[in-house]
């Protein structure tokens, strides 16, 4: 027997395989595993249209600021005057290409309230410092901004250590906080879209949050970012409670700072890795609310040579926010999520593995042209298992593109003086490619992070004992030169913004058309 006979065997049998009852219950169920993720992309973007809707309607009905308030009557001066003060908290680390954009889309907010931004860093050396300094000496006159220099954490993660600085810094007299990643696109009506939604509820809602739309740069990487992200994007999609929160963006009482209620500093300050899954997991202890405007969705422009290896870097900590609890209610859901996942990631990858095979073994027949009937009788059914994941697999892919379109128009709605999104630039073929790449890698990651108890972030490694922070390494040497997804430089390169653009000057603009008080704090 030659050896290309042996391989045909081995195809035949594992044809044979992959037709039992427990392999068709695999296949099956990716099936079913892709169905529902269309469903999911289907009810968010149902969610998001309604929103565009709204934003349509009310601007033939002769609002043409209908990005900003539902009620046009909301832009009076005496009811802006009433709105509540507003702290933003920014903790930075590192300087990249998309910064200086993000950075003005958050300071040239179109809220009407008094508000405050600050920029929290780690040190006068972290090259964030000297760019967001030059930048805001641009806007001196026409916005309330400051940085602050937050010095080493040494009982938490940095970003944390970070926001509680921001919080100590705040205005005495403000009543919401918002913290932000740097790396977050606003639009001019966001802050204002979020304290409306505050103040509708203020005893019952605990955070308001809101979820990324990432817009790929074209590498491998950035679209496993884009994948790993999409299936999360429907649990924020609610227009309203979710269980879900994104420290990217978080609205919160700052009098919950200021009183340590519910225990959210001494939660985040005694061992916390993760602000989000932290404060999440508070939320679902003490029954507090958390909501999701439906336009609270940010275009976040993922960096042009995003590689594989940091993907794999930002993978490795996102599964290790699993490893990290305050209580072992917090323990049992996170070993829960790690579990499911795990399973479902698997799950997904296992029926294209097998499709692999018995597109295989049918091409060998038709080429060879055997005519044995169990062969023949084995590969037809392996097809018909093939061609029902492809039409599976299309309406994912048809959902997900769609729930896309949606969240890409809502943004340029959202932001009319911003350059216009679109989806052309989306390759689809990587999509898929990146939707069995991360799934596979997924659960490798979990069990890595599992074992090791350790992560670098940043070029910072943490080492968690009982699910929190016990120890902390610094060495410029341990670590990356540059963040995963944003690509910002970590050590010795120092941002500048780039000289004055259309942008900029609008940007001034929207500002000094908001013209905030100044106070002093």
């Not at 037709?19 to 595993?33: K, L």
């Not at 073994?361 to 029902?388: C, N, P, W």
């Not at 069990?447 to 410029?476: A, T, V």
């Not at 780039?498 to 905030?516: D, E, I, M, T, V």
Request: aromatic share 12%; glycine share 8%.
């Amino acid at each position: 027997m030659s050896t290309l006979d042996s391989i045909d065997a081995i195809l035949f049998s594992l044809s044979r395989a992959f037709t039992s009852p427990f392999a068709v219950f695999v296949q099956i169920q990716g099936c079913t595993i892709c169905l529902l993720l269309a469903l999911g992309w289907l009810m968010a973007e149902y969610v998001r249209n309604r929103e565009v809707k709204r934003i349509k309607k009310s601007i033939k009905a002769g609002n043409s600021l209908a990005f900003l308030y539902q009620d046009i009557n909301e832009l009076e001066h005496s009811r802006q005057e009433k709105l509540p003060r507003v702290s933003v908290v920014m903790p930075l680390k590192g300087f990249g290409e998309h910064n200086l954009h993000n950075w003005r889309s958050q300071i040239t907010s179109l809220y009407g309230g008094p508000l405050e931004f600050l920029f929290v860093v780690e040190s006068t050396e972290d090259p964030a410092y000297h760019a967001v300094s030059r930048l805001l000496s641009m806007y001196q006159d026409h916005v309330e901004a400051k940085v602050v220099v937050a010095g080493l954490s040494t009982t938490c993660s940095q970003k944390i250590h970070n926001q509680l600085i921001g919080v100590e810094k705040m205005h005495k007299d403000t009543k919401y906080v918002l913290f932000l990643d740097d790396d977050v696109r606003l639009h001019p009506g966001t802050i204002g879209a979020l304290t409306t939604e505050m103040e509708k509820n203020p005893e019952v809602i605990f955070i308001q949050t809101g979820y990324p739309l990432d817009l790929p740069s074209g590498t491998l990487g950035s679209y496993c970012i884009y994948e790993y992200h999409m299936p999360c994007s429907m649990g924020f999609a609610t227009g309203g409670r979710t269980f879900f929160l994104w420290g990217g963006c978080m609205m919160m009482h700052a009098d919950d700072f200021r009183q340590d209620r519910y225990g959210v500093v001494s939660g985040l300050r005694d061992g916390g890795y993760s602000d989000d899954m932290t404060l999440a997991s508070l939320a679902g202890a003490h029954k507090r609310l958390i909501t999701s405007p439906p336009v609270a969705v940010f275009p976040h422009p993922l960096a042009s040579d995003l590689s594989f290896g940091r993907y794999w870097n930002y993978l490795r900590k996102q599964t290790f926010v699993l490893e990290s609890y305050i209580s072992k209610v917090n323990w049992i859901m996170n070993k829960a999520l790690f579990a499911v996942h795990c399973y479902l990631s698997w799950g997904f990858v296992a029926p294209y593995v097998m499709a692999v095979i018995h597109i295989t073994s049918a091409l060998r027949i038709y080429i060879k042209g055997y005519h044995q009937l169990e062969d023949t009788t084995f590969a037809s059914g392996g097809m018909m298992l093939v061609i029902t994941l492809a039409i599976c697999t299309f309406i994912e892919l048809l959902s997900m593109w769609n729930l896309t379109r949606r969240e890409v128009q809502l943004c340029n709605m959202l932001s009319p003086e911003a350059p216009r999104l679109s989806l052309a630039t989306y390759n689809w073929g990587l999509v898929f490619v990146a939707m069995l790449v991360d799934n596979f890698l997924y659960p490798i990651s979990a069990f890595r992070s599992h074992f090791s108890q350790s992560i670098n972030w940043s070029g910072i490694r943490y080492h968690l004992k009982d699910g929190k922070i016990f120890k902390i390494e610094r060495r410029k040497d341990m670590g990356p030169a540059k963040t995963d997804l944003g690509g910002k430089h970590l050590y010795g390169k120092k941002g500048a913004p780039q000289k004055a653009s259309f942008l900029s000057s609008l940007g001034r603009n929207l500002a000094h058309w908001r013209q905030p008080k100044k106070f002093d704090v």
